[in-house]
């Protein structure tokens, strides 16, 4: 089975607004992790990153925080455009995996104006 | 300008036929990727390749074939044992372990 999966699947928001999109992974073994974004009907695009000797990272308007005790990811978008509206998957990876990336699910963040 | 291609962008096949998509990559990545991806549903790995001449099954391999002749292509085959070929493939590479994939823009393949 998956060991990444996203909380909610979808999650609307107002424009202007901060959305947070989370995901929960189970192989406390993954020391590297990836979030997406995919529009439809294309590839998806690589958002952040972040390895499991931080906590935090930032880019711009993204941020994502990493928890590894209760092995949860969250990403951060501030101040929500309506070209945010996509879907996002988070994927980790772990050196028993070698290159391979596990998937979750996604969500779908709609943004209103 | 790097990057990865995929073609075609739709096919359309006939039930019992096998047919070939192609990834290529010109950004000197060492792996290559194949995903399938359902309607509302997240991506499940179906070969990948770590270095030329050597590939991998993912979780989904059955009725899938692959080669890994030149590092910088990575075609697909779906074969008539596929039993729901019809999806969203995407192709994807990276450099090594600890680096983000980069994809291509998919190919979407249906079969009737």
């Keep these: ?113 | 300008d790097g990057g990865i291609t995929q073609s075609p962008k739709y096919l359309f096949r006939k039930e019992g036929q096998n047919v070939t998509l192609s990834c290529e990559q010109n950004l000197n990545h060492d792996a290559m990727y194949w995903y399938r991806q359902d309607p509302g549903q997240g991506l499940r790995l179906i070969y990948y390749s770590q270095i030329v001449n050597d590939f991998q099954k993912g979780d989904i391999a059955e009725g899938y074939s692959v080669s890994r002749e030149k590092k910088e292509s990575f075609p697909l085959t779906v074969t008539s044992a596929q039993k729901n070929p019809t999806a969203f493939y995407l192709c994807a590479s990276s450099a090594r372990r600890g680096l983000e994939q980069y994809f291509g823009p998919g190919t979407r393949l249906t079969v009737t």
């Design chain 1, 1 to 113: 089975g998956e060991s990444v999966g996203l909380h909610l699947p979808t999650l609307s928001v107002q424009e202007g607004d901060n959305s947070i999109i989370n995901c929960a992974y189970s192989n406390s073994a993954s020391d590297y992790f990836i979030w997406y974004k995919q529009e439809s009907g294309k590839g998806p695009q690589f958002i952040i990153d972040i390895r499991s000797n931080m906590d935090k990272r930032q880019g711009q308007r993204v941020t994502v925080l990493l928890n590894k005790t209760v092995k949860h990811l969250s990403l951060q978008i501030a101040a929500t455009q309506p070209g945010d509206s996509a879907v996002y998957f988070c994927a980790e990876n772990s050196k028993q995996a070698g290159t391979a990336l596990i998937f979750g699910k996604g969500t779908t963040l709609s943004v209103s104006s």
